[in-house]
């Protein structure tokens, strides 16, 4: 047994057998109906009993739902800093992070449309504990983070985790993706944890651990949502956290999310690739040969990208202005786009809590209060 088999995606061997066992279940039907809506059910049935390699599946049929979810469920994605990236290279990416699925499924459709590797991606092993959720994430080139862990158990699938991403790397050539937290940014304030990146570290085989980076070519991928199609179920969370109480979420709650992340209106989306760290990596090295710090540093190195390229859309400058009772950004939006966001705050939550009406303003607007930390946004 490989040591990798509990956390890793599907080899193309392995494929087949697991179409055959999934194909009749009513969420691939459903699924192939939203792709393939003027096609017959036998067709895309034979289809899929043909298909034998991850990459066949990807391309063929993931690629052509996500286009669909872009057609149906939003106004368009655009892109940035693709074109600096080279055919045939692996990299890690390391993303703000907003929706349980469709981060890393744009992300890859954008790859592709480029001409670039697809990454493999990290997801939560509690995010598909039904079986046909966790077939389809091995279809779809998914490896397992294991969660809820004993701190030794937790340690050792650390260790297995950050191996098998760099064997990823290094001995497929297979770009790699991992959120920069765990769990999905709830507050519109994206940071990157010290643990994610030590725990990436523990794979080094350098004696700095900044070399290791710099060997990984690490990229920073900001991506936005003009509407979070998640934005109210982020809510009691948030309510929990701003009362110091311990939030647990409710059964098939991440079930809801990542379907609601899917089919829920999201207008506009852009992602941005940043430049890849070695520049910065080597900055860091000559400034300290403390561990710690250098991770320190390094995270913050990636939170000044992802920041600095967040696309702030007109949501974010309406969340802005009404969370300060001005119209200092007036000019960044329509009286139109303004009353539809209030319409949506009033339809998704009490707006009479001035907490819950604070958190979800809050939010959308934190991306523009991060952004000032970096330049002047002109009100013009």
Not at 53 to 79: C, H, M, P, W
Request: aromatic fraction near 10%.
């Amino acid at each position: 047994m490989s040591k990798f088999d509990k956390i890793r995606p599907y080899y193309d061997a392995e494929v087949n057998g697991a179409l055959r066992e999934a194909i009749q279940h009513p969420m691939m039907k459903a699924m192939m109906q939203f792709a393939y809506p003027d096609v017959e059910e036998s067709i895309w049935k034979e289809q899929l009993l043909r298909t034998h390699s991850i990459r066949d599946f990807q391309i063929n049929f993931a690629y052509q739902a996500v286009k669909k979810i872009i057609e149906t469920t939003s106004d368009g994605l655009t892109t940035s800093g693709f074109e600096k990236l080279e055919p045939n290279t692996a990299y890690f990416f390391i993303s703000n992070h907003r929706d349980i699925i469709l981060d890393t499924s744009l992300l890859n459709v954008c790859l592709f449309d480029h001409g670039l590797v697809m990454t493999a991606s990290a997801i939560g092993d509690n995010l598909v504990k039904k079986d046909f959720l966790l077939k389809l994430s091995k279809l779809n080139r998914n490896f397992l983070v294991q969660r809820n862990l004993p701190p030794r158990e937790l340690l050792q699938s650390s260790k297995l985790l950050a191996e098998y991403m760099y064997h990823l790397i290094s001995r497929e050539n297979r770009s790699v993706w991992i959120a920069q937290r765990e769990g999905r940014t709830k507050d519109g304030n994206d940071a990157t944890h010290q643990g994610v990146l030590k725990m990436i570290a523990m794979a080094s085989d350098e004696a700095n651990t900044m070399d290791f980076f710099k060997k990984i070519k690490l990229i920073p991928v900001s991506i936005s949502y003009e509407y979070d199609p998640t934005d109210a179920l982020k809510m009691p969370q948030l309510m929990a956290e701003a009362n110091d109480q311990i939030y647990i979420k409710e059964k098939n709650e991440d079930f809801i999310t990542l379907l609601s992340g899917i089919i829920g209106q999201k207008k506009r989306i852009h992602i941005h690739v940043g430049d890849c760290l070695n520049h910065e990596i080597d900055t860091i090295k000559a400034a300290t040969d403390n561990a710690n710090k250098q991770i320190q540093a390094l995270a913050q190195v990636i939170d000044d990208s992802i920041l600095q390229s967040y696309k702030l859309w007109p949501t974010n400058f309406i969340a802005y202005d009404l969370l300060h009772a001005t119209s200092i950004y007036s000019s960044k939006y329509t009286e139109k786009e303004k009353q539809l966001f209030e319409r949506r705050l009033e339809l998704r939550i009490n707006a009479d809590d001035a907490k819950q009406k604070e958190s979800f303003l809050a939010m959308y607007a934190n991306p523009v209060i991060n952004k000032l930390k970096y330049t002047t946004i002109e009100p013009v």
